[in-house]
């Protein structure tokens, strides 16, 4: 391991895409991740492993403990792929079929992305003498209560402990969250490197009249919307208050809400006691979720606190406007009034304010159109990000060999 002496900034700079393929071996890299949704992180960790491919530079493995899209994406683009149901084993029967698989590979990077799997990873790097152990954290811990608390403090602790002695380094989705897990690990363990998207596949071929359609909307309506899963954090009660004061002015208004989650059932309650099951359209979860997009006139995210979310990225990049709470990393790719706009408290008055504002003004939102298309093509690709992953993962092997 090279945590005593770190390799790298606290940003890794992004090499030129190609510039050390001819010179260098291939790394080979295996990342861990559960694989059970297909939310945010689990986009990122396809996204990073479609364009590490791409590269030519990684060999790539993957474990993966649930099947599901995830596992299908990395398969798409090369990875092999180790699949263990999590159902069916338990944790050391995860890590002896882990170890199985991984062994005589000559794995040099091992790359987690939960709290479970980084578990997995100190012990795999310590079974078979991994040399290099990365992981990345997405967001920070959502909230809970009784005794979900106590085992969340458990899992909290034990993964600070693998992180102390078998880590080289966190990566950080935002600098929001760098500062909190620098607290944990200390400034020279975390760097930050951003959640970036595929822009080629970031697309739909529908046009707006044709995506409201397709929901069963009118085409000529205007539509007010926000995707993820639907869980307390993401606020999205906050969101059905807003409705209805949006509604009070403008009754032609619909609302769309993309996704599944513990507050499905209550949220469809909370839109029947406000008098909104005709203006709400709750969708589920969307494979089509660009499409969903499209048919916006208005993104929102009113959560309490996020890490750098994809969906995000992914509206600003398919041309809709977005109102924003300025929490976790969306303050970071939001900037209010120029590619999006604020909404700094959870009253729905002001989120309801600040969407009609969008929905009222047809240059401001042409401007915040054009800006945020903009900020996420320089910003936040899919290149930008794996090229930085990239030379995190180079220059903490070349700190291991010249210490071997």
Same mark, same amino acid.
């Given at each position: 391991?090279?945590?005593?002496?770190?390799?790298?900034?606290?940003?890794?700079?992004?090499?030129?895409?190609? +510039?050390?393929?001819?010179?260098?071996?291939?790394?080979?890299?295996?990342?861990?991740?559960?694989?059970?949704?297909?939310?945010?992180?689990?986009?990122?960790?396809?996204?990073?492993?479609?364009?590490?491919?791409?590269?030519?530079?990684?060999? $790539?493995?993957?474990?993966?403990?649930?099947?599901?899209?995830?596992?299908?994406?990395?398969?798409?683009?090369?990875?092999?792929?180790?699949?263990?149901?999590?159902?069916?084993?338990?944790?050391?029967?995860?890590?002896?079929?882990?170890?199985?698989?991984?062994?005589?590979?000559?794995?040099?990077?091992?790359?987690?992305?939960?709290?479970?799997?980084?578990?997995?990873?100190?012990?795999?790097?310590?079974?078979?003498?991994?040399?290099?152990?990365?992981?990345?954290?997405?967001?920070?811990?959502?909230?809970?209560?009784?005794?979900?608390?106590?085992?969340?403090?458990?899992?909290?602790?034990?993964?600070?402990?693998?992180?102390?002695?078998?880590?080289?380094?966190?990566?950080?989705?935002?600098?929001?969250?760098?500062?909190? $897990?620098?607290?944990?690990?200390?400034?020279?363990?975390?760097?930050?490197?951003?959640?970036?998207?595929?822009?080629?596949?970031?697309?739909?071929?529908?046009?707006?009249?044709?995506?409201?359609?397709?929901?069963?909307?009118?085409?000529?309506?205007?539509?007010?919307?926000?995707?993820?899963?639907? +869980?307390?954090?993401?606020?999205?009660?906050?969101?059905?208050?807003?409705?209805?004061?949006?509604?009070?002015?403008?009754?032609?208004?619909?609302?769309?809400?993309?996704?599944?989650?513990?507050?499905?059932?209550?949220?469809?309650?909370?839109?029947?006691?406000?008098?909104?099951?005709?203006?709400?359209?709750?969708?589920?979860?969307?494979?089509?979720?660009?499409?969903?997009?499209?048919?916006?006139?208005?993104?929102?995210?009113?959560?309490?606190?996020?890490?750098?979310?994809?969906?995000?990225? +992914?509206?600003?990049?398919?041309?809709?406007?977005?109102?924003?709470?300025?929490?976790?990393?969306?303050?970071?790719?939001?900037?209010?009034?120029?590619?999006?706009?604020?909404?700094?408290?959870?009253?729905?008055?002001?989120?309801?304010?600040?969407?009609?504002?969008?929905?009222?003004?047809?240059?401001?939102?042409?401007?915040?159109?054009?800006?945020?298309?903009?900020?996420?093509?320089?910003?936040?690709?899919?290149?930008?990000?794996?090229?930085?992953?990239?030379?995190?993962?180079?220059?903490?092997?070349?700190?291991?060999?010249?210490?071997?």
């Amino acid at each position: 391991m090279s945590v005593g002496n770190p390799a790298v900034g606290l940003e890794p700079p992004a090499a030129p895409a190609g +510039e050390q393929t001819s010179r260098c071996p291939q790394i080979s890299v295996c990342h861990i991740a559960s694989g059970d949704l297909w939310a945010g992180a689990e986009v990122q960790v396809a996204t990073l492993l479609r364009s590490l491919a791409r590269s030519g530079d990684f060999q $790539l493995l993957a474990i993966f403990l649930n099947e599901g899209r995830l596992a299908d994406e990395a398969r798409a683009c090369g990875v092999e792929v180790l699949v263990i149901p999590e159902s069916q084993f338990s944790f050391f029967g995860l890590l002896r079929r882990a170890t199985d698989f991984l062994r005589g590979r000559n794995v040099q990077v091992l790359h987690s992305h939960r709290y479970k799997e980084n578990l997995l990873a100190a012990l795999l790097a310590s079974r078979l003498r991994i040399p290099v152990v990365v992981r990345t954290q997405h967001g920070a811990p959502e909230p809970v209560h009784g005794w979900k608390r106590v085992r969340q403090l458990t899992v909290h602790w034990l993964d600070s402990l693998a992180a102390r002695y078998s880590t080289d380094r966190v990566i950080a989705v935002s600098e929001n969250l760098r500062r909190q $897990l620098a607290r944990r690990f200390g400034d020279e363990r975390v760097v930050v490197i951003r959640n970036g998207i595929d822009a080629a596949r970031v697309c739909s071929t529908l046009t707006p009249q044709q995506a409201r359609q397709r929901l069963g909307l009118p085409a000529d309506c205007r539509v007010v919307g926000t995707a993820g899963r639907l +869980e307390p954090v993401k606020r999205l009660d906050v969101f059905l208050e807003a409705a209805r004061r949006m509604i009070a002015q403008d009754p032609g208004i619909r609302f769309l809400i993309a996704g599944e989650g513990s507050q499905a059932r209550p949220l469809r309650q909370q839109a029947h006691r406000l008098g909104l099951s005709e203006h709400v359209v709750f969708t589920g979860h969307r494979a089509d979720i660009y499409d969903v997009l499209r048919a916006l006139d208005v993104f929102v995210l009113c959560s309490d606190h996020e890490g750098l979310p994809m969906v995000l990225l +992914e509206a600003m990049a398919l041309g809709v406007p977005v109102v924003v709470r300025p929490v976790g990393g969306m303050a970071e790719v939001v900037e209010d009034g120029v590619s999006g706009l604020w909404v700094p408290t959870q009253q729905p008055d002001e989120l309801a304010a600040r969407c009609l504002l969008v929905l009222r003004d047809p240059e401001l939102c042409e401007r915040l159109r054009a800006a945020a298309l903009a900020r996420v093509h320089e910003r936040f690709s899919a290149e930008s990000t794996a090229r930085a992953v990239a030379e995190l993962y180079r220059s903490l092997c070349h700190a291991e060999s010249s210490h071997a």
